[in-house]
């Protein structure tokens, strides 16, 4: 049997041998934390087909997710009366909304879907997704329901037409013709054309500070982006965190986004922009237009 002296011999060390232990102790501390923190998985390198795959899905997933609320319900409308906002979301281009501009200025209406097709030019597959929604009066599916006749119409005098003027041509006067805009905002509108070199949709009119939904629907009535103005674009896949920070709807964080992924993904597409960290999806056709590829 050992002795009391003898058991407190077990733990008697010398000087080696405590700093051997001390350091065999701050090895299985530092491997514990280098387990718990460190990442050991290995970069999956995703090729360009595999990312245009990935952002398709997105993009499905995202209108499947819309389409699927609860309480959803889409509406019928006139397509005579469509605001450039609603026919953007339609998926209408820049041309497209203006053919229809100028056709409703000279007083006529489309009163079918294949009417409104001849009017704006749009794709069959766009015109099959929308015309089911199309909603147009009465009198038009069923005339011999009217009980007015021809001749009484004739009795009611024309509304008199508004000149749609180009917004990227107005004057701070012309402007200011319109019920709700003043002196102030005036300023602000053609200061932010200045900014961005031009207008590519009348949506932009949101970005303006001051303008409610009311006055951007009056500008509307009188207002149209006509043609493209001549716009310097920016080449997104030369350009600096700095030269990208400049642009209107870039600010640091998303101009350093698009670097580092560039950086890692090279060239960037128009379909990559919506796989950026914080990058304005909702304007992303928009945006797009100030952009070289």
């Excluded at 147009?136 to 008199?160: G, I, L, Q």
């Amino acid at each position: 049997m050992q002795t009391p002296t003898n058991i407190k011999s077990l733990f008697s060390f010398s000087k080696d041998q405590r700093n051997g232990i001390l350091v065999l102790f701050f090895m299985i501390i530092s491997l514990q934390l280098v387990y718990c923190f460190a990442d050991f998985n290995t970069p999956h390198q995703v090729s360009a087909e595999e990312q245009q795959w990935i952002s398709l899905q997105n993009n499905l997933d995202k209108n499947k997710e819309v389409n699927t609320k609860q309480g959803y319900k889409e509406y019928s409308y006139n397509p005579n009366f469509i605001s450039d906002f609603k026919a953007y979301k339609l998926g209408m281009s820049l041309p497209e909304i203006n053919r229809l501009h100028l056709f409703r200025q000279q007083g006529k209406f489309a009163n079918s879907p294949k009417e409104f097709q001849a009017v704006t030019g749009i794709s069959d597959s766009l015109l099959a997704v929308i015309a089911p929604n199309f909603k147009f009066p009465d009198w038009v599916n069923n005339p011999h329901k009217s009980s007015y006749s021809k001749s009484k119409w004739k009795e009611f005098p024309k509304k008199e037409t508004l000149k749609i003027l180009d917004i990227n041509q107005a004057t701070k006067e012309e402007l200011m013709k319109v019920y709700g805009i003043g002196d102030a905002i005036s300023d602000r509108i053609l200061k932010q054309k200045e900014i961005l070199g031009g207008f590519v949709s009348m949506d932009q009119m949101t970005d303006v500070w001051g303008l409610t939904p009311e006055v951007i629907d009056e500008l509307d009535k009188y207002f149209i982006v006509e043609s493209l103005p001549k716009l310097k674009k920016i080449n997104i896949n030369n350009a600096s965190i700095k030269e990208l920070g400049q642009f209107y709807y870039f600010k640091y964080p998303i101009s350093k986004s698009i670097v580092t992924y560039r950086s890692m993904n090279g060239d960037l597409k128009i379909e990559d922009l919506s796989n950026i960290k914080g990058f304005p999806v909702d304007k992303l056709k928009i945006i797009a237009l100030y952009l070289e590829f």
